[in-house]
């Protein structure tokens, strides 16, 4: 808990997945955690973002200032504010200048092309930052999370994580999920 108390983090990205991520991590309890989603709130993020409302689409606010009070109220011993750059390339750069406001993670869930994941992970590993790039893609996810060369993994056991095909979905009062497991997925 010592350790989390500690934690600068950065999150980048107010969908679905991010608004998720930033609800948990501040429910965790770290020091600080800087939102940036300088996109304008849009009626389809109203089905994955139970923060954001029809108001804020109305007034055409940006995700990350309609989300910030009601992230601010989840715990109160940890500090919550957004960056207002529009660039997140631009935010990189004056994170590392200013030294007060650096970060122990960045957690970046917005598609970014790849020459952008690749040049923003190179800046934090070089300046010893975690960094995580996730998105979710329906029912399918992806992470990727680098923590630099002196991170270690230990897997007790080696075994190599099940991958199945869902054969079905029932929607009831008790749902039910059947996986197809006559054939694993590579």
């Not at 800087?34 to 109305?58: G, Q």
Request: with cysteine.
């Amino acid at each position: 808990m010592k350790k989390i108390m500690k934690l600068n983090i950065l999150i980048y990205g107010m969908r679905g997945l991010g608004i998720e991520i930033a609800k948990n991590i501040i429910l965790s309890g770290p020091n600080r955690v800087t939102i940036f989603d300088p996109n304008i709130a849009k009626t389809n993020d109203l089905t994955a973002n139970c923060y954001l409302t029809k108001d804020d689409i109305e007034n055409q606010k940006r995700r990350d200032e309609a989300v910030l009070n009601k992230l601010s109220l989840l715990n109160s011993y940890v500090e919550v504010n957004i960056m207002k750059r529009k660039n997140i390339l631009e935010n990189i750069n004056h994170i590392l200048e200013n030294e007060k406001s650096k970060y122990d993670v960045v957690v970046i869930s917005e598609f970014l092309s790849p020459d952008e994941i690749i040049k923003i992970n190179e800046i934090y590993i070089n300046n010893q930052i975690g960094f995580m790039y996730t998105s979710q893609l329906d029912i399918y996810g992806f992470c990727f999370a680098d923590f630099g060369n002196n991170f270690a993994v230990i897997d007790k056991n080696g075994s190599e994580p099940l991958k199945y095909c869902i054969k079905s979905i029932i929607k009831d009062k008790i749902g039910v999920v059947t996986f197809d497991t006559t054939e694993r997925m590579t």
